[in-house]
Antibody
């Protein structure tokens, strides 16, 4: 079964660093991109960007470039999303998703269960 | 940046056809996907490349895209289809994607 399993919920204070993870199984991890999507409380989906685990090529949405860092460790089929200093406005659910891309297309066909991040000031 | 717009809510009676629109400049010239999200769950891809259904998605889900509007159509809507639906469009300017604001489908 193709699965993405994300790390547990996090509670942080403003200014702390944070790294959450997304582990893939049931498929060849290095042949698909991994995308990240934010969902703030009661709000819609926001695309943050993608990383390719094969070579760690990354593409960030303009809204998130410079705010977060994507990384991946292909040896353990895991992708990461990290912040150097979280803020209250980072409070949200973060989803990872297996992503297929074409020249001008992108779709996310398998999703993780989401990681809830709560940041208190 | 590119923006796409969805109605905030759509209502449909069981067994009837639900249509959810997604509008954007020249949207018909770009790739569109649709996702279903039920409360407390992760999104599920229901339509990709405008008209294709992933394995396991019922045939009652279909998609179209022309001009400035893409449409998700659910034929013979069932109570289990009640959910939030998001369109996703390719943004040529950023070589990425943008989501619509989401449409809450109520089956009543």
């Amino acid at each position: 079964e193709v699965q993405l399993v994300q790390s547990r919920a996090e509670v942080k204070k403003s200014g702390e660093s944070l790294k959450i993870s997304c582990r893939g199984s049931g498929y060849t991890f290095t042949t698909y991109w991994i995308g990240w999507v934010r969902q703030m409380p009661g709000k819609g989906l926001e695309w943050m960007g993608v990383i390719h685990p094969h070579d760690s090529d990354t593409r960030y949405s303009p809204s998130f470039r410079g705010q977060v860092i994507f990384s991946a460790d292909k040896s353990i089929s895991t992708a990461y999303l990290q912040w150097s200093s979280v803020r209250a406005s980072d409070t949200a659910i973060y989803f990872c998703a297996r992503t297929k891309t074409g020249t001008t297309s992108l779709s996310m066909d398998v999703w993780g269960q989401g990681t809830t991040v709560t940041v208190s000031s | 940046s590119y923006e796409v717009t969805q109605p905030s809510s759509v209502s449909v009676s069981p067994g009837q056809t639900a249509s959810i629109s997604c509008s954007g400049d020249n949207l018909g010239d770009t790739d569109v996907c649709w996702y279903q999200q039920k409360p407390g769950q992760s999104p599920v891809l229901v339509i990709y490349q405008e008209t294709k259904r992933p394995s396991g998605i019922p045939e009652r889900f279909s998609g179209s895209n022309s001009g400035n509007t893409a449409t998700l159509t659910i034929s013979g809507t069932q109570a289990m289809d009640e959910a939030d639906y998001y369109c996703q469009a390719w943004d040529i300017g950023t070589a990425g994607v943008v989501f619509g604001g989401g449409t809450k489908l109520t089956v009543l």
